[in-house]
């Protein structure tokens, strides 16, 4: 089968680094792909939104399957774009179509989806430019600290806890009134602060029958212990150690189900990926959010433990059987530790030259800001490199990530070494 990844990131030379050990693989393409990816098949320089010139490199190519790694393509409609054309209608794109992708296109949209449904999550209210003043009293009573969200995608930024009524009023006109996150933050979610752990439960439908895949934890703060500005994500761990099968179980029954049938109830198609990141409030489950797409650093954690051909999986989703496969997982656990460059997650340089990735033998290295210039590896982005190790115990999976992203060296490079010790 020829597949192609839409995609660039660290998710996505995951994607690639599992596609490519599929025996009934047999061209894999990404697009635009990075410095990496190009060792699991053959990078397309393609934008994820130029849909027009993606479409003619799959009919060029006899691609026979598109996966969707970043949420921005989906929520602009690409797979609608494939079902819309009589030429491309039958090849099957792994992502949700438009409608199911505001599950993460908009804030609002998931809340009240949420709401209808009886899918446990914090107490929330929306505003607009309309409604601001409201808004600005209804602050008044609620409990701090409060969150407030902008309902569109604002690249992981437009989340901000307010710890004072001055500080959420003031930040609740800049998001709305001043268009702190543009186009973004024309509405925004007012949302009751959840005290608790946080994980993430990833799973995969047909949009009728489901698989929950592995559990992973992030960390997205980029000072050790847990200090410091919000990041894409630092590293993360899989299995969670506290997510037990008592809490699973809950989250299944409560969250995952409801949310299957929940799309089946509103007219939703949905086939691909629901990221499900959670608040884990003293043993009850919370959704803190949906993303329509697998998660970034956790993507990285949870496919390596993926033992089965992930391919099948997907082939089910594609043709609605996904309730006939099967799969296994490693009871190894997985720690991926992030290395950015030096200034993130504010301005950083980039063109640094990586060295030493040969020598990381007990881990595997994705790449994922990288890029080739003049026959090297540079630094193409904020989140450079994720190292991944597999072990028996989550003490020594520590120990390997934290000292196999010790030997990548670039100028500026920085990483946690702090990734998962909370949980031992």
Known sequence: MNILIIGSGGRESAF??????????????????????????????????????????????AIQMVLVGPE??????????????????????????????????????????????GVPTAASRSFDADSLAEGLVYLESQ??????????????????????????????????????????SRVVVVEEFLKGIELSVFVLTDGNSYKVLPSAKDYKRIGE????????????????????????????????????????????????????????VDGEPYVIEYNVRMGDPETESVLPRIESDLLDLLEGVAQGNLDQRSYTVSPKTAV???????????????????ANIENVKESIVFQAGTKEQDGKVVTAGGRVIAVTTLQDSLFDALQQATADAGRIYFEGKYFRRDIGFDLI
């Open 143 to 184: 409990k701090l600290p409060i969150v407030l969200k902008a309902d569109g995608l604002a690249a992981g930024k437009g989340v901000l806890i307010c710890e004072t009524l001055e500080d959420a009023k003031a930040e609740l006109k800049a998001m709305i009134a001043d268009s702190k996150f543009g186009e973004a």
């Open 16 to 61: 690639a680094y599992k596609l490519s050990k599929s025996p009934r693989l047999d061209q894999l393409f990404i697009a635009p792909g990075n410095a990496g990816t190009g060792a699991y098949g053959q990078n397309v320089n393609i934008k994820v939104t130029d849909f027009e010139a993606i479409a003619s490199f799959v009919l060029e190519n």
């Open 72 to 117: 921005e393509p989906l929520v602009k409609g690409i797979h609608d774009y494939f079902l819309n054309r009589t030429d491309l209608k039958n090849i099957p794109v792994i992502g949700p179509q438009q409608e199911g992708a505001q599950l993460e296109g908009s804030k609002d949209f998931s809340k009240q989806f949420m709401d209808r449904h």
């Open 336 to 354: 991926t530790v992030m290395l950015v460059a030096g200034g993130y997650p504010g301005a950083y340089e980039s063109g640094k030259e990586i």
């Open 225 to 280: 212990g847990d200090t410091g500005l919000n990041t894409g994500g630092m590293g993360s761990i899989s299995p969670v150690p506290f997510a037990d099968e008592t809490f699973l179980n809950k989250v299944e029954e409560r969250i995952i189900k409801p949310t299957v049938e929940g799309l089946k109830k509103d007219g939703i198609p949905y086939k691909g990926f629901i990221f499900i990141g959670l608040m884990n």
